[in-house]
């Protein structure tokens, strides 16, 4: 089999979130990083006659969403936004949008609304290096994949 030509990179890719008014902030910084995570339920079960191997049915869906951004102290930045939704703004639904492998047309949009259940903070004064801040967002209601269009 021929080696793909079609590879990308998340070098480019943008990390878009809602702010407390509803606007888009680009969050994807030079150092941020974001893992997705699909999930779905899987149960088994065996038919009566001859059900010696099990059958499977997928069913429920479900992602989880795990940011990694360089904490800066610049108002409207990544760390700005996400606890200021901490604090101030506990338990409301915000849109996330992931862009593969740019925000251009053609790239793979990935959308939803998400809620924040954690956001670490590890500040340890030894360290001489950027403070990375972890989050870890869940999605309310469904997760899409589609093109960017416009």
Known sequence: MTQSTTLVTA???????DNDSGT???????SN????G???EVQEYYTMYRGRAPMRN????DASIDIDVIYSVTAGESVDLLTDWFFNHKGTRRTLTIYIPDYTIGSDMYTGEVLLE??????????????PVQVKLLPSGAWIKATKAT
């Open 58 to 61: 997928a069913s429920r869906e």
């Open 33 to 36: 990083a974001i893992q997705m």
């Open 11 to 17: 070098c480019e890719a943008h990390i878009r979130l």
């Open 24 to 30: 888009p902030i680009d969050i994807s910084g030079s």
């Open 38 to 40: 699909f999930a779905q």
């Open 118 to 131: 954690t956001l670490e903070i590890p500040a340890i004064a030894e360290a001489s290096v950027p403070i």
